[in-house]
């Protein structure tokens, strides 16, 4: 089962041991953050595309954090869908076990 909550406290205990150790982690961790902020692209597509390629790239740490910014953006299931199957045609079948993956994780959480 995937707990948001505890895969989230994870993720920044270790993005801070990062940026205490290198203020390049911490520098880039503004940079993103600014990126995916809203601006003339709305932070929901930003997300969307996130994930798109989260899938490409077969990260499934990234999968569940654009995911988790999909649906507070309020993206719909097919908006999601339309994503990930973005990331799987710019990828090939390699990417299935992402989108599989990430199906799990949406069929998890009764999105799907």
Do not use: W
Not at 17 to 40: C, Q, R
Not at 71 to 95: D, H, L, P, R, Y
Request: net charge negative; hydrophobic share 40%; proline share 2%.
């Amino acid at each position: 089962m995937m707990d948001f909550e505890n895969f989230n406290n994870e993720r920044s205990r270790l993005n801070a041991l990062m940026s205490e150790n290198d203020k390049f982690f911490s520098e880039f961790g503004i940079i993103d953050d600014k990126v995916y902020a809203d601006g003339a692209i709305p932070k929901k597509y930003k997300e969307l595309t996130g994930l798109s390629i989260s899938v490409l790239t077969r990260c499934e740490e990234c999968i569940l954090y654009h995911l988790q910014g999909c649906i507070k953006e309020s993206a719909t299931k097919q908006e999601i869908i339309e994503a990930i199957k973005i990331g799987v045609v710019g990828g090939g079948s390699i990417t299935y076990p992402s989108a599989r993956f990430a199906f799990s994780v949406l069929k998890e959480k009764a999105i799907i």
